[in-house]
């Protein structure tokens, strides 16, 4: 499923950010903050449990200790990934990182890993972070890595998307749910999303 994250806070924030006079301080700023506000819908249906472990309050009250009922791995697609997988920690300082990194070969055109690291947890909830999901082809080579890593339970959390991206995902990997902050309107030439916001790996990095 498509869940675009509609929230007046979040719009104006990614508004900010598309301007192209925005320096790579303040865009990485927004980019966590939009990513920390994004989190909240990511994980709406997640449960808070019973560990079995009691705390108690300062009031002298004695309740249950709560955990989620997922073990929550975050894993950026480098680089650009990076931006949004800190605005997600900050929301949840016990989740686990992973990292995955890939490039198209030029020849073959097909996915070459050059690196991927995941933790193994019981119980896994994998959460892919990608600010621009444009052509869908990195988004779509990362999951497929994942899942050949064993895991199934996998979503993925976008900053802007294109139809074509946003389509070729739900087309290869339909058991993804896809969370993004506003779908454009299409792909120019060279791939890039329209309005878009740029290069989102440069931007954050100042590496224009």
């Known amino acids: 499923m498509l869940h675009i994250v509609d929230n007046p806070l979040i719009t104006v924030k990614l508004n900010y950010m598309r301007d192209e006079k925005t320096n790579s301080k303040?865009?990485?700023?927004?980019?966590?903050?939009?990513?920390?506000?994004?989190?909240?819908?990511?994980f709406r249906d997640l449960k808070a449990l019973p560990?079995?472990?009691?705390?108690?309050?300062?009031?002298?009250?004695?309740?249950?200790?709560?955990?989620?009922?997922?073990?929550i791995i975050v894993v950026p697609i480098l680089r650009a990934g990076i931006g949004m997988s800190n605005g997600v920690i900050n929301m949840?300082?016990?989740?686990?990182?992973?990292?995955i990194g890939l490039y198209r070969d030029e020849k073959t055109l097909k996915p070459v890993e050059y690196f991927c690291?995941?933790?193994?947890?019981?119980?896994?909830?994998?959460?892919v972070c990608d600010p621009m999901l444009a052509t869908g082809g990195s988004a779509c080579?990362?999951?497929?890595?994942?899942?050949?890593?064993?895991?199934?339970?996998?979503r993925l959390l976008n900053l802007v998307g294109a139809p074509e991206g946003i389509k070729e995902v739900m087309?290869?990997?339909?058991?993804?749910?896809?969370?993004?902050?506003?779908?454009d309107e299409k792909l120019n030439e060279k791939g890039y999303i329209l309005p878009g916001l740029g290069d989102a790996g440069d931007r954050i990095f100042g590496t224009l």
């Open 92 to 99: 949840l300082p016990t989740a686990r990182i992973g990292h």
């Open 26 to 42: 303040d865009f990485r700023t927004l980019l966590d903050e939009i990513s920390s506000l994004m989190t909240f819908e990511v």
């Open 117 to 127: 690291k995941l933790p193994k947890v019981e119980n896994p909830l994998v959460l």
């Open 51 to 71: 560990t079995g472990d009691k705390i108690k309050t300062p009031t002298g009250v004695t309740i249950d200790k709560l955990h989620l009922n997922y073990n």
């Open 171 to 183: 087309k290869k990997h339909p058991d993804v749910d896809i969370y993004i902050a506003a779908q």
């Open 141 to 154: 080579d990362a999951i497929s890595m994942i899942k050949s890593k064993g895991y199934t339970n996998i």
